[in-house]
């Protein structure tokens, strides 16, 4: 009787990727009988069957660790390429495969929003784009502080304040804006949301899938926001002028993705996806007045 070569037993590998995880998973082996380390549910594979965790010896070593950051190194950037490609290349079918279930292959929404808004805001004050932020009291509101008085209590006295202080130290505007934005985009996002949801409510009648939508769309917009920003700090005319063109791709990658994910006739697109667009920059607007407000009333 003759005993087959393990290493002819072995399925063929599926790629690189694949080689370095089987070499990495024989460096060492780990009993796998046994309680859980982490539930003490009892072991039956190399996963907990009851919370999950992956088994591991209590006693890590180097190899312990760097087999842990492959791993995840492989797994995260498969999906954030495979994520990414989808989200630049193809308008809306992201949204489209989560809301039909192909979520597994992809990163989360928020995950992938929170890595562009982290990003984009983190360039902004690397940067200074917002250094130059400036704001001056309206001729009756000046009036009306001089009449009141500076320490009168009331909302115009105090934004008068706030703007005192702010020509005295300019940064402390840019800076609390850099901090406040993020905060009022997060926010703005569930309620373009419910402007989806209004315009498509008979395509989709549930509320999570215009969020995913909305999260999509804003992780885009962030994403080409950063892109333009660096190249706009190069302080080249020819490229500056290319991220202004790159920038203005947001629209039509809105009209396209709203025909991917909810259908529908050109026409119908165009004339929604345009009122959508006017409500949104009203509601920015607004959002950015109050976020300057609340600025100059805490700074």
């Not at 809301?99 to 200074?128: D, K």
Request: hydrophobic share 50%; charged share 15%.
């Amino acid at each position: 009787m003759t005993t087959a070569d393990p290493a002819l037993a072995r399925p063929p590998a599926c790629g690189k990727n694949h080689q370095l995880a089987v070499i990495l998973s024989q460096v060492h082996e780990i009993d796998i009988s046994g309680p859980c380390l982490n539930c003490g549910t009892e072991l039956h594979g190399k996963f907990c069957s009851s919370c999950g965790q992956r088994v591991a010896s209590p006693k890590l070593g180097l190899h312990d660790v760097l087999h842990e950051a492959i791993h995840e190194f492989l797994h995260v950037d498969g999906k954030l390429f495979r994520t990414m490609r989808l989200l630049l290349f193809n308008p809306g079918r992201l949204t489209l495969d989560f809301v039909e279930g192909r979520r597994a292959r992809h990163i989360s929404p928020i995950r992938l929003y929170l890595l562009w808004s982290v990003l984009c805001f983190a360039v902004v004050a690397y940067f200074g784009f917002l250094s130059n932020a400036k704001v001056r009291l309206t001729p009756s509101a000046a009036s009306r502080v001089a009449t009141e008085g500076a320490g009168s209590g009331s909302l115009t006295a105090r934004l008068a304040h706030g703007v005192e202080k702010v020509k005295e130290d300019p940064k402390r505007l840019s800076e609390a804006l850099v901090h406040s934005l993020p905060k009022a985009m997060f926010l703005l996002m569930p309620v373009f949301a419910l402007l989806l949801m209004l315009f498509y409510r008979k395509a989709q009648p549930y509320y999570v899938p215009h969020l995913y939508f909305s999260i999509h769309l804003h992780a885009f917009a962030f994403c080409l926001l950063s892109s333009c920003l660096l190249l706009g700090a190069t302080g080249i005319a020819l490229v500056e002028v290319v991220s202004l063109f790159l920038l203005g791709a947001v629209i039509p990658y809105f009209l396209l993705a709203l025909r991917t994910v909810y259908g529908g006739a050109w026409g119908k697109t165009l004339a929604k996806g345009a009122t959508m667009i006017a409500l949104y920059f009203v509601l920015l607007n607004v959002g950015i007045v109050i976020v300057i407000g609340v600025t100059l009333l805490t700074i």
